[in-house]
């Protein structure tokens, strides 16, 4: 222990735990890495943070405070992001151990690459809510982290978002990423929000922008107008959609408050706001963020919202991106997320509902990972020992299992290859190169600075020291589709991706295809021969590896003398355990809580997606 | 219990700091939460793990009762006192914890309690919804627990203990009833009855499931060893393994139950434990408690009925019902 040089990437909830008791369990050498700053948000759990380091360095004040009670210990922080280039395998091979209490899934796969390829063991861990569980991940002895399939952020059809939502997240999704993008975001981005107006479907004008001097209340009721009525109707013209589906209502201002006419005019009514903290829900005089309003009081807020950003924030307009601590974005968020829902014949939600959805937040206790942080460390000692026959994987249940709330588990065995043959279906006439590597290679491989070759060919390169010309050309060449690119890529051609500071490179073959269902293939491209994370929409690859399950009724009632199991049992307990997952993490109800969440190790921060090019596709646009 | 439900609304101060835990369990636990008291007996790794975890949940009050003087060894498992002689020089072990545990959370009220557990009346209980013992003999667990159970308030009872690498929790709620979450969203209303210390550990070893935790029994003979002996608790060394493993075996004959039982191997890891805590193990342990205490609060969630085991060396945290009830209740 004491001469154990150990990596921690994360000072947050596990984090903090978890240096804690790395220092009370005799550790002497202890590295950590978080890119954070502490966040009042953070403190119910995070305990070696007080109210006075808002702001500050998560991994260096997490190292002052451990200081206090073990001061002779060696605790070295960073500021950085571990995908940095600096945190190479170099790096890496100086560590004993490394443990991860990240909360995303994409640099948890980086670092897992790193580890293997400074054949560096590493303890993953993961917690949400009452759940949790640590994984031992050590080259030739086990499973690497990607080797099992992970869930990915979901993602939804952009004619789901914009025209037939069924549920609330698609409303907020349809909120955030067009309606509030549209108004008070960057004006060049691309959006799929109608913007013609009914007089005059002809012209250029763009309904969104506010005419010199409009009066602002005129303004916010003419797009409230123009998104909760105008659109819809136009949408209820086309009868197909609605052959099997409930129609949704028009609303216009009129009919949500009928006799709020006389107030509507004028500036926000109101004087209690403070000039930097604009808040429509003080204006109005709402102040349970739990409760569900009325459409008259979402409608009141969103048009008060909507004034209010104009009024005291017009300078940030154009440039904003809504965020979650940001009290505004959230007030207009769930108000015109909950008008849509009206609309739609969908439940609303209240304000603290809504911005858990919008904000992909992430529901955490201290209890979870302060046992989860005891587990990494028990592990992470038997490394050190090299006592890998006793190595577990631990897992954390919010109910018991064979009268277990702590379940271990015998690691897998390492799989031959990581990565077979992979192969892309792609329309290689309409694909650029840059959706390529966006969807797939960064997003789906988890490249951070790859490489793509065509045979010889080298059409892309990312990263540092390009000379200029050469940067100048790969900026070209994503803008190509794949067919025109100076090596042209068709049907059959095999692509080279690489990323040198992962040590990883994989091929890809290229298969040509016309056509993608837009519901079910929102990414217009569809990669086979993944094992590694494996998208919900698309057949998962790891099946096809499933050792032989045996199925006898024993198994089930075994008590909880018996967890060595054989591999034919494993699968088994996975089954037990996702049979107490309730996937849909996003239907929280306000008092009761999601507790019975998704058993990821990973929180993801995008779990709402929109998908990124609404060209693609066959279904028109609204006009 | 304090009624529910809300006479007052959380604070704008609450909401921002509890929003992550809210979500978890919701705002009516959480004003339950920030009514209740909470008394833990025994300072040591475990139990500051627990205090920790329940000050950052928001309880109302906190009270911490151990006169024993901060001692060298008291520094090994406990980040919350600061290794400087000049700060807990002196000082008792509440006292000095009880300054660290106030800054996790200016709204929760921690303070000291002087006195001896083993000498404290039933109405010095009444000001507790929850109480917390640890490192205690098995007379005062026994007394404790039974002046808990004569009051006509509810209050909760639980034991703590590490030894080592390994440990148990003991929880009686008496009659608890409690909000259960069905798959598919619906809530469910449960109720379940707990038996007293007294009452679990006379259960005759022979009327026990054969797969009982082995860590359940070994145990009771240490507790039970250390009481003839007049031992207090973690004072009994490895140097009375002969004794203890005569205890055993005249336990074991008597209930017809075989070596593997109560393996000799056990009893000496706890022998040799003495007071040691493994800080990892008191994370899990004082993590267990912590949401058991506040399933307890909130009346929300299947609450462990009755004994917790975890040991290290397999890595299971179990949970035994000592008395197992009848196949069919249930």
């Known amino acids: 222990?004491?001469?154990?040089?150990?990596?921690?990437?994360?000072?947050?909830?596990?984090?903090?735990?978890?240096?804690?008791?790395?220092?009370?369990?005799?550790?002497?050498?202890?590295?950590?890495?978080?890119?954070?700053?502490?966040?009042?948000?953070?403190?119910?759990?995070?305990?070696?943070?007080?109210?006075?380091?808002?702001?500050?360095?998560?991994?260096?004040?997490?190292?002052?405070?451990?200081?206090?009670?073990?001061?002779?210990?060696?605790?070295?922080?960073?500021?950085?992001?571990?995908?940095?280039?600096?945190?190479?395998v170099e790096f890496f091979k100086q560590f004993n151990v490394v443990l991860n209490g990240?909360?995303?899934?994409?640099?948890?796969?980086?670092?897992?690459?790193?580890?293997?390829?400074?054949?560096?063991?590493?303890?993953?861990?993961?917690?949400?809510?009452?759940?949790?569980?640590?994984?031992?991940?050590?080259?030739?002895?086990?499973?690497?982290?990607?080797?099992?399939?992970?869930?990915?952020?979901?993602?939804?059809?952009?004619?789901?978002?914009?025209?037939?939502?069924?549920?609330?997240?698609?409303?907020?999704v349809w909120a955030k990423d067009l309606l509030f993008a549209k108004l008070f975001g960057d004006k060049n981005q691309d959006n799929d929000l109608n913007v013609r107006s009914k007089d005059d479907s002809n012209s250029k004008t763009d309904v969104f922008e506010r005419s010199v001097d409009e009066d602002l209340s005129q303004y916010a009721q003419r797009i409230y107008d123009h998104v909760f009525g105008y659109n819809i109707e136009t949408a209820l013209a086309n009868e197909e959609t609605w052959k099997n589906r409930r129609k949704p209502c028009p609303i216009y201002v009129k009919d949500a408050l009928p006799e709020d006419a006389v107030q509507l005019n004028g500036s926000s009514k109101d004087h209690k706001n403070e000039e930097h903290e604009p808040s429509a829900m003080v204006s109005l005089g709402l102040r349970n963020p739990q409760e569900i309003w009325s459409l008259a009081d979402n409608s009141r807020v969103f048009l008060e919202a909507l004034k209010l950003f104009f009024e005291k924030r017009e300078k940030e307009i154009g440039n904003l991106i809504f965020d979650k601590d940001?009290?505004?974005?959230?007030?207009?968020?769930?108000?015109a997320a909950n008008i849509r829902a009206s609309s739609f014949g969908i439940p609303l939600h209240s304000l603290f509902e809504a911005k858990g959805v919008a904000g992909n937040i992430v529901h955490a206790v201290a209890t979870t990972n302060a046992i989860i942080a005891g587990l990494i460390v028990i592990e992470a000692i038997k490394v050190l020992k090299g006592d890998y026959q006793n190595y577990?994987?631990?897992?954390?249940?919010?109910?018991?299992?064979?009268?277990?709330?702590?379940?271990?588990?015998?690691?897998?065995?390492?799989?031959?290859?990581?990565y077979t043959p992979l192969v892309l279906e792609v329309?290689?006439?309409?694909?650029?190169?840059?959706?390529?590597?966006?969807?797939?290679?960064?997003?789906?491989?988890?490249?951070?600075?790859?490489?793509v070759m065509v045979g010889a060919s080298l059409v892309f390169e990312d990263g540092e020291g390009l000379e200029p010309d050469e940067a100048a050309n790969y900026a070209l060449n994503l803008e190509k589709v794949l067919a025109e690119l100076p090596a042209p890529v068709v049907n059959d051609t095999k692509l080279t991706v690489e990323d040198f500071q992962q040590e990883l490179k994989c091929s890809i073959n290229i298969k040509h295809r016309d056509e993608f269902d837009e519901e079910k293939e929102p990414d217009g491209m569809v990669l086979a021969g993944w094992s590694g994370p494996v998208d919900k929409q698309v057949t998962s690859n790891g099946n096809k590896r499933s050792v032989p399950s045996s199925s006898s009724a024993d198994d089930v009632n075994s008590t909880a003398e018996d967890v060595s199991l054989k591999p034919g049992m494993k699968r088994k307990l996975n089954e037990i355990l996702e049979s107490h997952e309730n996937s849909d993490t996003l239907q929280n109800k306000s008092d009761v809580g999601s507790s019975s969440a998704q058993l990821v190790e990973d929180d993801d921060d995008d779990l709402v997606m929109l998908d990124e090019d609404p060209k693609q596709g066959k279904k028109k646009r609204l006009q | 219990?304090?009624?529910?439900?809300?006479?007052?609304?959380?604070?704008?101060?609450?909401?921002?700091?509890?929003?992550?835990?809210?979500?978890?369990?919701?705002?009516?636990?959480?004003?339950?939460?920030?009514?209740?008291?909470?008394?833990?007996c025994g300072m040591n790794g475990t139990t500051i793990e627990f205090c920790k975890n329940i000050v950052l949940a928001g309880v109302g009050s906190l009270s911490l009762m151990d006169d024993q003087t901060v001692t060298e060894a008291d520094l090994n498992a406990n980040f919350l006192i600061p290794p400087d002689e000049s700060i807990y020089g002196g000082r008792s072990?509440?006292?000095?914890?009880?300054?660290?545990?106030?800054?996790?959370?200016?709204?929760?009220?921690?303070?000291?309690?002087?006195?001896?557990?083993?000498?404290?009346?039933?109405?010095?209980?009444?000001?507790?919804?929850?109480?917390?013992?640890?490192?205690?003999?098995?007379?005062?667990?026994?007394?404790?627990?039974?002046?808990?159970?004569?009051?006509?308030?509810?209050?909760?009872?639980?034991?703590?203990?590490?030894?080592?690498?390994?440990?148990?929790?003991?929880?009686?709620?008496?009659?608890?009833?409690?909000?259960?979450?069905?798959?598919?969203?619906?809530?469910?209303?449960?109720?379940?009855?707990?038996?007293?210390?007294?009452?679990?550990?006379?259960?005759?070893?022979?009327?026990?499931?054969?797969?009982?935790?082995?860590?359940?029994?070994?145990?009771?003979?240490?507790?039970?060893?250390?009481?003839?002996?007049?031992?207090?608790?973690?004072?009994?060394?490895?140097?009375?393994?002969?004794?203890?493993?005569?205890?055993?075996?005249?336990?074991r004959d008597k209930m017809s139950l075989n070596e593997s039982q109560v393996p000799t191997a056990l009893m000496e890891r706890l022998l040799a434990a003495g007071k040691k805590e493994h800080p990892p193990v008191c994370a899990i342990l004082g993590g267990i408690l912590g949401q058991e205490v506040i399933k307890s609060i909130s009346c929300k969630g299947d609450p462990i009925k009755n004994f917790f085991y975890f040991d290290a060396a397999d890595g299971k945290g179990v949970i035994e019902d000592i008395p197992t009830p009848p196949p069919c209740a249930n």
């Open chain 1, 427 to 451: 329309n290689t006439k309409t694909t650029k190169l840059r959706e390529v590597i966006e969807k797939v290679i960064k997003s789906k491989l988890g490249m951070n600075l790859p490489l």
């Open chain 1, 102 to 172: 990240l909360d995303n899934l994409d640099a948890r796969r980086h670092v897992n690459r790193l580890c293997l390829a400074a054949e560096v063991p590493l303890v993953e861990s993961g917690t949400t809510g009452f759940l949790g569980q640590v994984t031992v991940h050590v080259k030739g002895k086990t499973e690497c982290y990607e080797c099992q399939p992970k869930p990915v952020p979901k993602s939804y059809p952009v004619c789901t978002i914009t025209s037939t939502p069924s549920k609330f997240v698609h409303c907020i």
């Open chain 1, 392 to 418: 577990r994987m631990m897992y954390c249940l919010e109910h018991p299992t064979r009268k277990m709330l702590l379940m271990p588990v015998e690691p897998f065995e390492p799989n031959e290859s990581c």
């Open chain 1, 1 to 88: 222990m004491q001469a154990a040089k150990v990596l921690m990437v994360g000072a947050g909830g596990i984090g903090c735990e978890l240096l804690k008791t790395l220092a009370l369990s005799g550790f002497t050498d202890i590295h950590i890495i978080d890119l954070d700053t502490i966040e009042v948000s953070n403190l119910n759990r995070q305990f070696l943070f007080r109210q006075s380091h808002v702001g500050q360095s998560k991994a260096k004040v997490a190292r002052d405070a451990v200081l206090k009670f073990r001061p002779n210990i060696n605790i070295t922080p960073y500021h950085a992001n571990v995908k940095d280039s600096n945190f190479n």
């Open chain 2, 1 to 40: 219990m304090d009624g529910g439900g809300a006479e007052r609304e959380l604070t704008a101060q609450e909401t921002a700091l509890y929003d992550r835990q809210i979500r978890v369990w919701g705002v009516d636990a959480q004003k339950r939460l920030s009514k209740a008291h909470v008394l833990v």
């Open chain 1, 326 to 335: 940001d009290q505004l974005a959230v007030e207009f968020v769930t108000a």
């Open chain 2, 93 to 251: 072990r509440a006292e000095v914890c009880c300054e660290s545990l106030k800054d996790f959370n200016p709204m929760v009220q921690v303070s000291v309690e002087k006195g001896d557990p083993s000498l404290i009346d039933g109405e010095f209980l009444d000001k507790f919804d929850i109480v917390v013992v640890s490192g205690a003999s098995l007379k005062t667990k026994l007394l404790v627990n039974d002046n808990c159970r004569k009051r006509s308030k509810h209050i909760a009872f639980y034991t703590i203990d590490c030894k080592d690498s390994c440990g148990e929790i003991f929880v009686d709620l008496q009659k608890h009833s409690f909000v259960q979450k069905k798959n598919g969203g619906e809530t469910e209303q449960q109720e379940l009855t707990y038996p007293s210390l007294q009452e679990a550990i006379s259960v005759p070893w022979n009327n026990l499931p054969r797969k009982t935790t082995k860590l359940y029994f070994a145990m009771r003979v240490l507790e039970n060893y250390e009481l003839s002996e007049g031992h207090s608790p973690g004072k009994t060394t490895l140097s009375d393994i002969p004794a203890v493993l005569a205890q055993v075996k005249d336990v």
